[in-house]
Each structure stands twice: as C-alpha cells, then as structure tokens.
C-alpha cells in the first residue's frame, strides 16, 4: 500500500497531501489477515456447498431466524443481523424460499413490511448441518489457537465491527442500502 506521493502543487504543502501509509509491519498484519479472512470464509463455503448445498451467508440467514423469537424475523432486522445489503438478502431469501426453507409473510401493522420465517425443513437443514459447520469451524479457528489468542481474537473483532458501525444518522451501512 504505499505508493510515491504527487507532487505538490503551488501553495499547498506536501505534509497536508500525505497520507498516513502502512509502516512495514502494518502491512503484514493487513495481508496476514485479508489471506486468513478469505481462506477462511472459502473454507466454511465448501464445507457447506458440500454437506447443505448452500453457502456460508445463507447457513447465517438461517441460524439468524433459528435464533429469534418464533423463528421470524423483519427482512430490514435480518439484513442488519446479517451485515448484508437489503437486495442481496432478497435474492437470499429468494433461494431459500425455493429450497422450502424460508417463506415471507406479509407485516400485518406495516404494508411495505415483510417478515422471513424458517419453516420446519429449513429448521431440519439447520440441524442436519450444524455439526460439520461447527466441526469446520473449530478446526479452521478455534483448535489452531490457544486460549488467550482466542479471547485476544475476540476483542479486536469486538474493536473492528464496533468501529465500521458508526451510529449516527445518514451512516452509509450495507442493510441500510
């Protein structure tokens, strides 16, 4: 990431223009982490490509709606839950009401409103492919690091995702899009 800096133009100064690049060690841990993010979420997918036929974000959708109240959730709730724009979760829903294991009712107090219900063969499919998940889960993060770096890991993800969700009006977040 670091790249040689423009030229400074007439009247402004170089200082001002430069910005703050990643020293040497910055940059390992930040490739360190974009490889173990994505090897790690290319992991999860084939494991459950292969046991459900089904990607990590909709396993996610579906524990979402497992986990909530009656099994249903607001769409705009599980879009936020889920860290996913509104139209991706639509296209999700989409593929798993064919799969028979979500369906949509209508909000009865809210016209534009719809809830996503995990139906009992998406409940089964839930419970049928947890245990490899968790099993994949273990084995790619939790049984590689010991005690300590597993709550370490913990709290500078805690630290991360607080950070990208700013809280004041007219935050550009994805299930708010």
């Known amino acids: 990431m670091k790249a040689p800096a ?6 402004s100064t170089e200082k001002a223009r ?31 490509q292969r046991d459900a036929g089904m990607p990590h974000v909709y396993y996610g959708l579906l524990v979402k709606l497992a986990e909530a109240p009656r099994r249903r959730l607001r769409m705009t709730e599980l879009a ?15 593929r798993l009401e064919k799969n028979g294991w979500v369906r949509r009712e209508d909000c009865p107090d809210d016209k534009r409103g719809q ?17 490899g998940h968790v099993d994949a889960v273990r084995q790619a993060v939790f049984d590689r690091l ?16 607080e950070g990208l969700q ?11 899009r």
């Open 6 to 11: 423009p030229a400074p133009t007439e009247g």
């Open 18 to 48: 430069e910005p703050r690049w990643l020293t040497d060690e910055e940059q390992r841990v930040w490739r360190w982490f974009m490889e173990g993010a994505t090897l790690l979420d290319d992991h999860l997918d084939r494991q459950l």
């Open 80 to 94: 936020m839950l889920a860290k996913i724009t509104r139209s991706r979760l639509s296209h999700a829903i989409a």
């Open 115 to 131: 809830f996503a219900v995990l139906t009992e063969e998406g409940h089964e499919v839930l419970r049928q492919t947890a245990p």
């Open 146 to 161: 010991d005690p300590e770096q597993q709550k370490s890991l913990g709290e500078i993800m805690r630290i991360i995702a």
């Open 166 to 176: 700013p809280t004041e009006a007219g935050a550009d977040l994805p299930w708010l």
